[in-house]
Structure formats: structure tokens, C-alpha cells
């Protein structure tokens, strides 16, 4: 485990636990087969019947492909995906602009405050999505900052919501990224060559933080497009969560198409994490 | 000689994080404490606090705590179980990175579309429900008394995205074991059951614990999993708070700020627990 994110709690898991370490009993036993193959197989089978059954569903009508095509064709789905994949990106960028100099500039300039940020970016644990868009909706729903009543105000407060969402995992990523580069050396480079501070972040630190940054920002993708909650507390219809339970009341057949290829999208967005390989695919907020 | 400090700005970098946190968190949430404390005329009290034992309100609580301490240790057993099995079962390597990797996605797949695929599978017109009505001619309604739209319904989809959640984080602490550790054991002539006792499962026990915990954490605070199952039939604290966001059911703004508080102290609770516990645990598994 690299890099120390120290004060409260380790939830998510840098290490890359994907290989044995050598040395660890990964490597050496091979008694007790039979019973391993045994919990593999229920496991499985508890996963797999679920999406097998969500997609003979969505084969029910005729012809077989009607679902698909139904959803295809519904310029609600399209705009729904479009919504929430606006939304995810720019939580994304707003959650990186937040976090990233903050993040630098709590390990280079002051980091007696570390605790502090670090206790402020792991609060979406504590309160629940549905306790912060309580608190969200009666704060900016009354004088002085009425937001809830315009599209656009609604927007917003959503995508506000979402980066604190998006703390815990732009927090974490981000820092074990710049736990692993010189981040002093490196500023003290760029400085002595006459960068300022915008130039150093976006021309030095960040490319130096491609891959944690990769991972933290599709965790967010992933977090977002399924959210729910909050969306519909803020009565944004258009986001993909929402669209697909009032899909689930109205139709029969189009919401296990639909949950299919949310359940794609959602693999897409794991697979990439683990191909960059480094990062946590662990989290506890959000779509729950 | 004194050496006067130059007075350093450097904390200013840090404000553009905490004001957004001010306005996205801290006032929202300072909100529902103050609120919280306060009457309809908005005078300082406890009253709504003492008002949490009345009308259905413990009965949300008592049904989310329910619910989470039965996936929490139910989806900690079985996780664990599945990671020791593809970690230190023998089975073939692909086999673990592809029980990693489907966690990381399950574990993420919940809400809405997690409810559905349920709903298809056991529902009243779902796969498993139909096949087993056609073949062994068995009502899960009718001869089993189950159905989706229960508590047990409710358990049964949560342990969809609470098992994947244990393996991710167990996985790290199994893999911590040593070797020497066991072939130690071994030397002193221990059975690969007094090695369990004695050594592993002692050194594993913060971890195992503290992801229970996690779990329970990650099962108190969801809601959208739950309601599109149900629609609300089934009472449980963040459905109660939800009603309480659309419109005042309980006729007492300072009602619903207390049960909001009520959460965030369980949820607080939970995070310290597991925060200790994790310390603990990694005096072991520190490499």
C-alpha cells in the first residue's frame, strides 16, 4: 500500500490486489479445492440469475429485439444518457479543479491542515445521499439563495451534490498520486524555470497524475450515472436513474433493457479503472 | 537576537475547498442540526428528540437496523467465504481477477436498476418465480409466504452490492496472511484448524469486523434500492426522511431534522468503529 492517507479511515483500497503478492498463501495451497469450487459456484450462480433473468425479460416481447428497439428509438433515453453523461463530466472537472490544487497545496504548503481537508472529503460516509439533499433542498429553497426554482438552479444543486460525492475518491486517488512523485522537487523545478502556479498544476502536477486521475474520474462516472436519490429529490427527470424507475412504472419490458445497459455502462467504467490499474473500485456512497 | 516570523498566507490556498464545502455540506447540514433543536416558532428544544419514540418512527429505525445487521453479517460471511475461496481455495488465477474485477462492478451496481433486476428474477412474474411454478408447480407467494416486496425482498437485493463490497475489502487482509505464519504453525504441529483458530482468524478479526461494520453503514444509508422495490410500503429511515423532503407527513419540520440527525449519529457510530478497527488490523497486515 503506497503512500500514506493517514487520519480517518482507509476506506477505499489502494493496493493492487488483483496479483498474489509471492510469499502470500495465494501461491501455495491447494487442499480444500473442492469446497473453493463449491462457494465459487453458489456465488455465481446468485450473481448471474439476476442479469440472466433481467435479460430473458427484456427478450420477451415479439419480436425479440421490440425492447431495444422500443429504447432506441425513445428520444426520452437518449436525451437521459446525454443528461447524466453532461452531468458526470463536468462533476468530474469541477471535482478536479476543487480537489487537485487543494490537494497539492495541502502536501507542499500546509499540511497541518491535512486532517482538516481530509475529514471534510470523507463526510459523504457519514451523511447519507438522502440526509444531504434534505439538507440541500430547505437551505436553497428559501431566501436568501432560492436555486430549486429554475432548471438551471436545479442543475446546479445537483451537480454541487455529486462533487461532494465525489470527494472521497478524487481525495484518495488524487493523493496517492502525488504521494508518488517528488511533488517538491518537481515544483522547485518548474518555479526555478520561472512557472507560476496555474502553469505548475496544469503543466507539471497533472499529466503527472494521469492514471490516478483516470480512476477517480470514472468512479465518479460510475457514481453518478446510476444516482437516484438525489436527482429525484431535485426533480431532474432527465437524469438516467430517474428516467429508468419512471420507465419501470410505466413499461413492462423497455426497463430490463434499460437496466441491461446500465449495467454495461457501469462494467465500461470498471473495466477502464482496472485496466489503468491503480485506484480503488471500492465505494460506499452513491447509487445505493 | 529575535527572529519575527513572516506571517504566512498560505493557508489561503486551501479556501476555495473550504468554501465550497461550506455551502455544499456545511450548510445543508448545519441547517438540519439547528433545525434539529428547534420548534415550530422556532424556539430552542429537545423535544424532537424526545418525539423520535412516537408514531412509526422507531419502527423505520428498528426495520433499517434489521435490515443492515442481516446483510452486514450475512454479506461479511459469504463474502468472506468467497474471497478466501478464490484467494487461498487453489482455484485457478483468471478465476480471482475475474471475481475481482465483477465486485468492483457489483458492488456498484445498486439503485434503481439493481431493484429491477430483481423484480425480473423474483417478482411475481420473474424467471425464477415462473420456473419454479412451472416445473415443481411451487408459489413462492403462496406455499412459501415470500414475496419481493418485503423486508426479506429487500435483504435478499441488498446482498447484491453488500457480498461483492466485503470481498473487495477482505481480499487485502487475506492477502496479508504470511506464509511463514502458517508454515510456523505447521512446524509446532498444528492442524489447518488450530491454524485458523489461533492465528489467522484472530489477526483477520478487525478486518472482518470493521468491513461488517462497513456493510452495516453501507445498508443504513440507501434508499433508492429499497423504494423502487417497495414504493414506500416498507418503513425504514431514509424512506421516512424522504416522505418528510416532499412534503411535512410528520407535521413537524423539527421532527424530521431530528431523525436526519438520528442517521448521521449511526452513520457517525459506524465510521469510528471501523476507522478504529482498520487501525488496528494493519499493525498485522503492514508489509
Redesign the interface.
Known amino acids: 500500500?503506497s503512500g500514506g492517507v493517514q487520519g480517518?479511515?482507509?476506506?477505499g483500497?489502494m493496493?493492487s490486489?488483483?496479483k498474489?503478492?509471492p510469499?502470500?498463501?495465494?501461491?501455495?495451497?491447494?487442499?480444500?479445492?473442492l469446497?473453493?469450487?463449491v462457494?465459487?459456484i453458489a456465488?455465481v450462480v446468485?450473481?448471474l440469475?439476476?442479469?440472466?433473468?433481467?435479460f430473458?425479460?427484456s427478450l420477451r416481447p415479439t419480436p425479440t429485439t421490440l425492447a431495444y428497439t422500443n429504447v432506441l428509438n425513445d428520444p426520452k433515453f437518449s436525451g437521459s444518457l446525454l443528461y447524466s453523461f453532461t452531468v458526470a463530466i463536468i462533476t468530474i472537472f469541477a471535482s478536479l479543479a476543487?480537489?487537485v490544487?487543494?490537494a497539492f497545496?495541502?502536501r507542499l504548503?500546509?499540511p497541518h491542515?491535512r486532517t482538516a481537508?481530509e475529514f471534510?472529503t470523507?463526510?459523504p460516509?457519514?451523511?447519507?445521499?438522502?440526509?444531504?439533499?434534505?439538507?440541500?433542498?430547505?437551505?436553497?429553497s428559501a431566501k436568501p439563495f432560492v436555486f430549486t426554482r429554475t432548471e438551471f438552479g436545479s442543475d446546479a444543486l445537483l451537480v454541487?451534490?455529486y462533487?461532494?460525492l465525489s470527494f472521497p475518491y478524487m481525495y484518495r486517488a488524487v493523493d496517492t498520486g502525488l504521494a508518488a512523485i517528488d511533488v517538491r522537487s518537481l515544483t522547485e523545478a518548474a518555479q526555478s524555470l520561472g512557472a507560476g502556479w496555474p502553469r505548475i498544476i496544469v503543466r507539471v502536477i497533472l499529466p503527472n497524475l494521469r492514471t490516478a486521475l483516470l480512476s477517480g474520474a470514472f468512479l465518479t462516472f460510475?457514481?453518478v450515472l446510476?444516482?437516484?436519490?438525489i436527482a429525484?429529490?431535485l426533480a431532474r427527470n432527465d437524469q438516467f436513474?430517474v428516467y429508468?424507475?419512471l420507465l419501470?412504472q410505466n413499461k413492462a419490458f423497455e426497463?430490463?433493457a434499460?437496466?441491461l445497459i446500465?449495467?454495461g455502462l457501469?462494467?465500461l467504467?470498471?473495466?477502464v479503472?482496472?485496466l489503468i490499474g491503480r485506484g480503488s473500485?471500492?465505494?460506499?456512497?452513491?447509487?445505493? | 537576537m529575535r527572529v519575527r516570523r513572516r506571517p504566512t498566507f498560505?493557508?489561503v490556498?486551501?479556501v476555495?475547498?473550504?468554501l465550497?464545502?461550506i455551502?455544499?455540506?456545511g450548510?445543508?447540514?448545519?441547517?438540519?442540526v439547528i433545525?434539529s433543536f428547534q420548534n415550530a416558532d422556532g424556539d430552542l428544544t429537545l423535544q424532537n428528540f424526545a418525539d423520535l419514540s412516537t408514531g412509526t418512527i422507531p419502527r423505520a429505525f428498528l426495520n433499517s437496523i434489521e435490515i443492515s445487521l442481516v446483510t452486514a453479517v450475512g454479506g461479511g460471511f459469504?463474502g468472506f467465504?468467497?474471497a478466501?475461496?478464490?484467494?487461498?481455495?487453489?482455484?485457478p488465477?483468471w478465476?480471482?481477477?475475474a471475481?475481482?474485477?465483477?465486485?468492483?462492478?457489483?458492488?456498484?451496481?445498486?439503485?434503481?436498476?439493481l431493484?429491477?433486476?430483481?423484480?425480473?428474477?423474483l417478482g411475481n412474474l420473474?424467471?425464477?418465480t415462473k420456473f419454479l411454478f412451472d416445473t415443481f408447480g411451487l408459489s413462492l407467494r403462496q406455499d412459501l409466504g415470500f414475496t419481493l416486496y418485503s423486508k426479506t425482498g429487500i435483504e435478499i437485493v441488498y446482498?447484491?452490492?453488500q457480498?461483492?463490497?466485503m470481498v473487495?475489502?477482505i481480499?487485502?487482509a487475506?492477502?496479508?496472511?504470511?506464509?511463514e505464519w502458517?508454515e510456523a504453525s505447521e512446524n509446532l504441529g498444528a492442524s489447518?484448524f488450530q491454524y485458523w483458530r489461533h492465528v489467522a482468524l484472530p489477526i483477520l478479526t478487525p478486518s472482518i469486523l470493521g468491513t461488517m461494520i462497513?456493510l452495516f453503514?453501507?445498508?443504513?444509508?440507501?434508499?433508492?434500492?429499497a423504494?423502487?422495490l417497495t414504493g414506500g410500503t416498507i418503513e425504514i429511515a431514509?424512506i421516512a426522511?424522504?416522505r418528510?423532503?416532499?412534503g411535512d407527513v410528520l407535521h413537524n419540520p423539527g421532527l424530521?431534522y431530528a431523525m436526519?440527525m438520528g442517521?448521521?449519529v449511526v452513520?457517525?457510530v459506524v465510521?469510528t468503529a471501523?476507522?478504529w478497527l482498520?487501525r488496528r488490523s494493519?499493525r498485522w497486515l503492514?508489509?
Open positions: 500500500m480517518l479511515g482507509r476506506l483500497i493496493a490486489w488483483l498474489p503478492r510469499g502470500s498463501e495465494g501461491h501455495r495451497r491447494r487442499r480444500g479445492s469446497v473453493a469450487w462457494i465459487l456465488g446468485y450473481f440469475v439476476p442479469l440472466v433473468a433481467t430473458q425479460f476543487i480537489i490544487p487543494t497545496w495541502v504548503k500546509v491542515l481537508v471534510v470523507l463526510m460516509f457519514i451523511i447519507p445521499a438522502v440526509i444531504l439533499v434534505f439538507g440541500v433542498i430547505r437551505v436553497y454541487a451534490t462533487v461532494v460510475a457514481i446510476g444516482e437516484y436519490t429525484s429529490f436513474g429508468l424507475s419501470g426497463p430490463a434499460v437496466s446500465s449495467f457501469t462494467w467504467a470498471m473495466i479503472i482496472a473500485r471500492v465505494t460506499v456512497v452513491g447509487a445505493r | 498560505a493557508w490556498g486551501v476555495p475547498f473550504f465550497f464545502a455551502a455544499a455540506l450548510l445543508p447540514v448545519g441547517f438540519l433545525g459469504f467465504l468467497l478466501w475461496a478464490v484467494i487461498m481455495g487453489g482455484l488465477s478465476i480471482r481477477s471475481v475481482m474485477t465483477f465486485s468492483g462492478v457489483a458492488s456498484n451496481f445498486a439503485g434503481v436498476p431493484a429491477l433486476a430483481f423484480v425480473f428474477t420473474g424467471l425464477v446482498f447484491y452490492f457480498f461483492p463490497l473487495l475489502i481480499a487485502p487475506l492477502d496479508g496472511l504470511r506464509r502458517r489447518a462497513l453503514g453501507n445498508s443504513f444509508g440507501a434508499q433508492a434500492t423504494f423502487q431514509t426522511i424522504g418528510q423532503i416532499r424530521g436526519a442517521m448521521v452513520m457517525s465510521i471501523y476507522t482498520q494493519e503492514r508489509s
